[in-house]
């Protein structure tokens, strides 16, 4: 089985957690739309925090969505709220960090269906370009079978936190 299987695996619970937490947002009305969108501005900017402050080679190319996210919220006369606290300090838990919210572009993509027409959508329509999922999967096994075991626990540590920490955003 692949790190990536392994990691998948592993965080299902968590992964189903966060879906169901956020399931209980209506994105079919603006106002429920712009809870979604603030409990998101409480995560992914930290994340992506995080992530920025790894050097530049230590993570295979991302591209971040706080912009897209901070445009929808001003388009629906919101401001951005303060991010939580999060920490990815080392390598491993920021390769983790990464898997989860690029995969949750690929959720985004499947709501942004559900969003009515009118009301911005550049966040969840931000799209991976061509084979970037792939890649990025392959990148992390190969990382993976490179570092090894402990590494391959800070990892999975680094997403389940990531995990928690959306879980924690959808609540407030």
Known sequence: MSFVQQLRAATAGDH????AAFGGFALDDAAGYRRFLLAHARALP??????ATAADDALPAWRPRTPALAGDLRAMDAA????FA???????????????????RL?????ARTVPAGLPAA????RHLPGEWRRLLAALDARAAACGAAWCEAALAGAR??????AR???V
Do not use: K, N
């Not at 189903?16 to 879906?19: G, L």
């Not at 930290?46 to 992530?51: D, G, Q």
């Not at 951005?80 to 991010?83: A, H, S, T």
């Not at 936190?161 to 959306?166: E, G, K, N, V």
């Open 16 to 19: 189903d957690t966060v879906d």
């Open 46 to 51: 930290a994340v992506e925090a995080a992530l």
């Open 80 to 83: 951005m709220p303060e991010p």
């Open 86 to 104: 999060f920490d990815a300090s080392d390598d491993a838990a920021r390769w983790g960090a990464l898997y989860v919210i690029e995969g949750s």
């Open 107 to 111: 959720g985004g993509q499947l709501l």
């Open 123 to 126: 966040y969840l329509a931000a």
């Open 161 to 166: 936190a990531t995990f928690a920490l959306y």
């Open 169 to 171: 955003a959808a609540e």
